[in-house]
């Protein structure tokens, strides 16, 4: 079902959480809310799910305005940061939670929570208590709760913001693996673009309580509307007015003439990639990203003159 | 010897205070035999006494378990203004001395007081009856539940009670199914302490008894009255009910929640 959000706002006393945002999201996509920390990705994310009151502004999903509607009566699945499990029940009563309030036919819900529990690869720990659990099986479960209860649209908030870094690898996979078998729209806040990136075909980069800038991901990577966005969705070179990506800084070992020359002070090997840093002889400081292929050609180490210029490079106005 | 100095400080300190009056009273209690102590426990007194108080105990637990979560409920969750002040307001009564909430019901509820007319014109008996009994009662024990889920409250947070929401619980749904058995044990405790101070009280019971009486009353009673043996059996068992309802509770408790 699709979102959207018509010019809301919300404060916390003096301070603007969400400054006139408008938002579409489409019916089936997976969308990313992006940004740094205080930009107003959750606020806006828990306005959809009616955990917050929106001071002006409308929300609608699928069409019907829920602006003045509660939590319960919007029909919304949310993921919570830090799990909110509950603690006294099992795994299975957690799952079975929203369906035992809808006093489902208890045949149903033993069904639908026995095929939950194996969507999320959770069906040996029915029996256990959130306790028991790793984080990422917490997380799992906390998923398969929300998606019990057919919700119209799944809200997850920084849904794997409290695991260490391999299992949110693999969850983030996961997560979109199933997201392309359940279709369900879903609208996921994160502050690692790389997370943004690799999960949703819509990315919704927010700063400051404002949208900067809505788009793919490949779109908001090649054509940013402005620095906020050019530097957010990755690693980039400030030179004068111009920002260049570490991948565009060309290395050569002989001048040329559109080429400068700079001095390699440092050389990071990151695996398949090796960063340089690098001062040019008019001291500004840029970093390149090469291949270790590249690297071995140039024979890069510290302290080695190389000749530099910018492939590509994006001046805003 | 240093290892073992707190423990001894400690261990020392508890046994002079506390296991050392418990012991006195029950070698008192049994030093003629057992017989003594059925006597006095089955007088006629001693067991209206304890009716009293267990009259006083079972109405006033109730009523501040109920109203103790409410206020811890609204202390933690709601915004009002002045929350500071009722945070602060609810622990009065533990630092009030007793015979002040005696005093201040007396002076309330006695000819000339504000709620005099009040009931009296219905001919409805406050003062020296039950009622103020039971009133002082709750008074002395109405901070223990509050006092105990306010910080078990904070500690949970609202989050498990948000995705019960957004689950489509209701509001009473989510206070049964989900708040109450996080807070379940704060409740549990609470409840106890609640139910030991109602048995326990004396200051301010005594004020507005009157001719009415409750088993502490019942001990300073036969004290007075030369009755050791019934003074001391009352003392045994109400000493022995606490013992028993900690027993209790250290048993129910699951471990992982003791440690």
């Not at chain 1, 070992?253 to 690098?278: D, I, K, W, Y």
């Amino acid at each position: 079902m699709s979102i959207s959000v018509r010019n809301v706002t919300k404060r916390f006393g003096d301070y603007v959480a969400l400054d006139d945002v408008s938002l579409d999201v489409e019916t089936g996509s997976l969308t990313a809310l992006l940004g740094p920390s205080g930009g107003g990705k959750s606020t806006l994310l828990r306005v959809i799910a009616g955990l917050e009151q929106p001071d002006a502004g409308e929300v609608s999903i699928s069409d019907e305005d829920v602006t003045s509607h509660t939590p319960q009566q919007r029909g919304v699945g949310f993921v919570f940061q830090h799990y909110a499990a509950f603690k006294h029940m099992t795994v299975w009563d957690n799952v079975a939670f929203g369906l035992k309030i809808r006093k489902r036919p208890r045949t149903e819900i033993r069904e639908r929570v026995g095929k939950l529990l194996e969507l999320v690869q959770l069906d040996g720990f029915a029996k256990r208590y959130p306790a028991q659990l790793s984080g990422g099986q917490r997380q799992r479960m906390g998923l398969a709760r929300a998606l019990a209860v057919d919700p119209k649209v799944l809200l997850l908030d920084e849904p794997f913001g409290a695991l260490d870094a391999r299992v949110r690898k693999e969850l983030r996979a996961w997560l979109r693996r199933l997201h392309d078998e359940t279709h369900t729209t879903t609208v996921i806040v994160t502050h690692d673009q790389e997370e943004a990136m690799e999960v949703a075909d819509q990315v919704v980069l927010m700063n400051g309580g404002r949208i900067e800038q809505v788009g793919g991901p490949r779109e908001l990577y090649e054509h940013p509307t402005n620095a906020f966005v050019m530097s957010f969705v990755g690693p980039v070179n400030r030179v004068g007015d111009a920002f260049i990506r570490p991948h565009d800084v060309e290395l050569a070992l002989e001048p040329n003439g559109s080429t400068q020359e700079a001095m390699v002070e440092r050389v990071v090997h990151l695996g398949f990639e090796v960063r340089a840093e690098l001062v040019r002889d008019d001291g500004e400081r840029l970093t390149a990203q090469l291949s270790r292929d590249e690297a071995r050609e140039l024979e890069l180490e510290a302290g080695q003159i190389v000749y530099v210029r910018p492939t590509r490079q994006t001046v805003f106005s | 010897m240093r290892r073992y100095g707190v423990r001894t400080v400690g261990l020392g300190y508890l046994a002079i205070v506390l296991a050392g009056p418990l012991s006195m009273i029950f070698w008192k209690t049994f030093e003629h035999g057992f017989s003594p102590f059925w006597h006095a426990l089955t007088d006629a007194e001693s067991i209206h006494a304890f009716e009293n108080t267990l009259l006083i105990t079972a109405i006033a637990v109730p009523l501040n378990t109920v109203f103790g979560i409410a206020c811890a409920l609204a202390i933690v969750r709601k915004h009002f203004p002045g929350k500071g002040f009722v945070n602060a307001f609810v622990d009065l009564p533990l630092a009030l001395s007793p015979v002040v909430v005696g005093l201040s019901l007396y002076l309330l509820y006695g000819r000339g007081g504000w709620f005099y007319g009040v009931f009296a014109g219905h001919g409805i008996q406050i003062l020296f009856s039950l009622p103020a009994m039971v009133i002082a009662s709750v008074f002395v024990s109405l901070p223990f539940v509050a006092r105990e889920v306010v910080p078990t409250l904070r500690e949970i947070g609202d989050e498990q009670e948000q995705a019960a929401h957004t689950l489509g619980a209701s509001g009473w749904q989510t206070f049964w199914r989900i708040t109450l058995p996080a807070i379940r044990w704060a409740v549990i405790y609470g409840v106890v302490l609640t139910t030991a101070r109602c048995l326990g009280e004396y200051g301010a019971v005594s004020i507005v008894a009157g001719f009415k009486t409750t088993a502490t009353l019942q001990v300073q009673d036969d004290y007075e009255n030369f009755n050791l043996a019934g003074a001391y059996a009352i003392s045994l068992l109400l000493a022995a009910i606490a013992v028993l309802v900690l027993v209790a509770m250290m048993l129910a408790k699951p471990k992982e929640e003791t440690a």
